[in-house]
């Protein structure tokens, strides 16, 4: 087999055993690799109905097809657990080095099950597992583990997946780090924390065999060539942080907890400013010659010396969210997530939460009461030397920290049950997982993608909002061609996070980013890597079926069409402030494009999967077990 | 004769090629969406080839403009005559993040 190993390898902590089992070359056709062979494998060896910090809830490794081949932006593999956030499907992706190594181990998946008595460390060596005692890298941050196992075992070229303390502590919307790179969302941190998995690390020295260099190579060559063109250099120049002005001048920059959708400072915290004040580097993934993170240092005051990578969605999350106007603060909140191993969106959002709650009075000053902080913390909008406080409380699991560790969800619906309060009404999550940072009532489309999402509310799972803020569509108004627009725009995004191919490369194959634009030369790589003979509809299939696969998680842990739901200010509050004041998503619209939704995608209005739908898929064991 | 002002507002890249936050465009009447690029392209040339196509006469992909923020005009509505006041705002849009 060309382009994989043809293998998986199983690993149980509890016995401290491993097993290799072997994959078909029909099998990788289907699930290809990333999101899509990740929630595969999840599917294959879980538990169902497990809880997913029990020993039954498997971590699942799936590498990329491209890892390791010259194919740019190629270098990134998927991870998939049962969420403790959400109680369904978790897949994140991450990239560069790891997976790249995990390719020359070969392996194109790795299945982790059972849970460690002890705190340990895989090391992955080649085809040989060692499990390493991990009692000296307990308390370690996620880069400083990966240095410190580089040290030990003596090999600059081990690559590390790791937690750092908030996933030892099992805060919940911990995240797993590698190479600077998280698999952000979904809380793989504290799965790995409840098996005392402190870090998987890996050492491959073999080669990688496709089935036709000359062209790989001469592809590969075309595309990052136009990688360094007009298509991407707002991506290599500014990097994500650009969109602050952008979402700020639409009207739907998250700000002060969502309770508005334009932020007065947003010149002071925006991209620009980043840039010509705090930037000292712009750094790459490996096999990426985008280089789109903007290494960022706070250069005075308390927190100088400071520094981290700064991506758009941790920005607007730790920043105009909590009505931050200092960047300072900001980048040091994104480093205490980034170090802790903490999902910089969920932190921040929780902590937003929680200013709104002290500022109507929910929470008081005695609320933030701990050892370090006898007097307690104003925790007001726009504080933020109490927001770092509060974020190292939560990582730590100190005080208030422990509640607000369990994200927006858990947290508001404990205090509302303690306290008689409403906090739910603010708590800004849907499926229990915190919103991304487009203002989804300034966006019809993206606001039945959020709800939608099998793994919550999400930006990189659909780019449904595409159509609303290109004009494609009235971003303002439902009409009846928004079932079909999502349906299409997140098995589009699943086609990327499939390969996984970062989506910035998009518009590098032939000047388009549709389907048409895109599909074919996608098959010409998939091809000349694996010496089949895909087509455009095979990748349209590739993203219809690692959706599909998903959702059929999901039915099979419980969902239900009342799921699929928004925050409650999105369906009730509109802004009133900006060019979208005025407008939210009622339960009546979001309800009537989930009927759009259910019937573009071939599913029944209760959003079941029909057994036919399944098995035309090639998913008859699917069908089996979850169709209707 | 010019007879309608209008602002164009720049963001992300268009606003670092071009040192400028914004910028009074006056316009004639009955102008379209491609008068503005073609004279925002001539003001400020390293946007051409960038942000505007080669040929001056349309926004490369992704980039694009929105009319004081509540329309955003697609790639195929450069017909639209901007009126008197408008703010034109130079977008970059990105994904992910």
Known sequence: ?628 | MDNIQVLVEFTGISRMLTGRMEYQLPLADGAGMMDVVRAIGCKFPPLVGEVIEKDGESLIPTNLFSVNGKQILHEGQLQYQPKNGDRLILLSLLAGG
Request: charged share 25%; aromatic share 10%.
């Open chain 1, 1 to 628: 087999m060309f382009g994989y190993s043809g293998k998986i390898l199983h690993i149980d902590l509890t016995e401290q055993k491993t097993w290799v089992e072997d994959k078909t070359e029909d099998w990788y056709k289907m699930w290809i690799g990333g999101v899509s062979m990740a929630t595969r494998l999840c599917w294959e060896n879980i538990t169902p109905g497990c809880d997913p910090y029990s020993p039954e809830n498997p971590v699942c490794f799936a590498n990329g097809i491209f890892a390791g081949t010259p194919v740019p932006v190629g270098g990134k593999y998927g991870l998939a657990s049962k969420s403790p956030m959400t109680g369904f499907i978790g897949d994140s992706l991450s990239g560069s080095w790891l997976s790249i190594t995990l390719k020359r181990a070969r392996w194109d998946g790795v299945v982790i099950h059972g849970s460690s008595e002890k705190w340990v460390y895989i090391f992955i060596d080649d085809e040989r597992v060692e499990f390493r005692d991990a009692s000296k890298l307990l308390g370690l941050g996620t880069f400083a583990t990966e240095e410190a196992i580089r040290d030990e075992l003596s090999d600059d070229m081990v690559r590390s997946a790791t937690i750092g303390p908030a996933g030892e502590n099992m805060v919940r919307y911990a995240n797993v780090t590698n190479d600077g790179r998280q698999a952000g969302r979904t809380g793989h941190g504290s799965v790995w924390g409840s098996k005392k998995l402190k870090a998987v690390s890996v050492r491959g020295t073999k080669g990688i065999t496709v089935a036709d260099p000359e062209t790989l190579n001469k592809l590969s060559f075309d595309i990052t060539k136009e990688a360094q063109g007009p298509h991407t250099s707002k991506y290599r120049i500014l990097g994500t942080t650009t969109n602050v002005l952008n979402m700020n001048k639409l009207g739907i920059l998250p700000t002060r907890n969502y309770q508005e959708g334009v932020f007065e400072d947003a010149e002071k915290i925006s991209g620009e400013y980043l840039h010509e004040h705090n930037n000292v580097k712009t750094i790459a993934c490996a096999q990426c010659p985008i280089a789109c993170e903007q290494m960022s240092m706070v250069k005075t005051g308390p927190w100088a010396g400071t520094m981290t990578g700064i991506e758009y969605e941790c920005l607007f999350a730790n920043s105009s969210n909590m009505g931050i106007n200092d960047l300072n603060a900001s980048i040091k909140l994104i480093q205490t997530a980034d170090q802790g191993g903490m999902d910089a969106m969920s932190m921040g959002i929780t902590i937003s939460w929680a200013m709104e709650s002290f500022e109507r009075g929910v929470l008081t000053k005695e609320d933030f009461k701990c050892e370090k902080y006898p007097d307690g913390l104003e925790l007001t909008f726009g504080n933020g030397e109490a927001a770092v406080a509060t974020a190292e409380m939560i990582r730590d699991q100190v005080g208030i920290g422990k509640l607000l560790s369990q994200g927006t969800k858990r947290a508001s619906e404990k205090i509302d049950k303690e306290r008689g309060t409403e906090s739910y009404q603010w708590a800004m999550n849907s499926k229990g997982l915190e919103t991304a940072g487009y203002e989804a009532r300034g966006l019809k489309t993206f606001s039945l993608g959020s709800a939608v999402g099998t793994r919550g509310p999400c930006h990189n799972r659909t780019a449904s909002y595409d159509p609303d803020i290109k004009g494609e569509v009235d971003r303002f108004t439902v009409d009846d061609t928004r079932g079909e627009l999502a349906r299409s725009t997140e098995e589009y995004a699943a086609v990327y996070d499939t390969l996984p191919l970062c989506k910035f490369i998009r518009r590098c194959f032939t000047g388009k980013a549709d389907r048409a634009g895109a599909w074919p030369m996608i098959a010409k790589l998939i091809n000349a890597t694996t010496g089949w003979n895909f087509e455009y509809d095979d990748i349209d299939l590739i993203g219809e079926r690692a959706f599909t696969i998903k959702k059929a998680f999901n039915i099979r842990e419980g969902w239900k069409r009342a799921d699929d739901t928004l925050p409650y200010r999105w369906m009730n509050e509109p802004m009133t402030k900006g060019p979208s004041a005025g407008h939210f998503t009622s339960k009546k619209e979001l309800e009537y494009m989930k009927d759009l939704y259910y019937k573009a995608k071939g599913w029944n209005n209760d959003g079941m999967i029909p057994k036919e739908k399944l098995k035309a898929l090639g998913m008859p064991d699917v069908a089996e077990q979850i169709g209707v």
